[in-house]
Nanobody, 120 residues
């Protein structure tokens, strides 16, 4: 099983970026998906999550600016980031609950981080 993230890069303050992350593997079933981020010197924090039924959850710091969505047919999750701020600068990690679990009851897989840098 692999989670492959893409779409990070450099953006101006007030600009936009779109992240994507695709889960791949033979015979997998993808449940909840989401994004976390970690900036230098800080703990990894939740950005947004989405269930396989489309129910979403956001951290207060991104609510109204970021939108999470998914394509179930392609096991892909997206994060549309608008009105970017300098404090959004971080490594962004996608995560997914995927069956079968590799280490039951832990079913969480993580992708490599993709760096988002917001500059003024």
């Amino acid at each position: 099983v692999q989670l492959q993230a893409s779409g990070g890069g450099l953006a101006q303050t007030g600009g936009s970026l779109r992240l994507s992350c695709a889960a791949s593997g033979s015979g997998i079933k993808v449940l909840d998906m989401g994004w976390y981020r970690q900036s230098t010197g800080k703990e990894r924090e939740l950005v947004a999550t989405i269930t396989n039924n489309g129910r979403t959850k956001y951290s207060d710091s991104v609510k109204g600016r970021f939108a999470i969505s998914r394509d179930n047919a392609n096991n892909t999750v997206y994060l549309q980031m608008d009105s970017l701020k300098s404090e959004d600068t971080a490594d962004y990690y996608c995560t997914a609950q995927i069956l079968p679990c590799f280490d039951p009851p832990n079913c969480d897989y993580w992708g490599r981080g993709t760096l988002v840098t917001v500059s003024s």
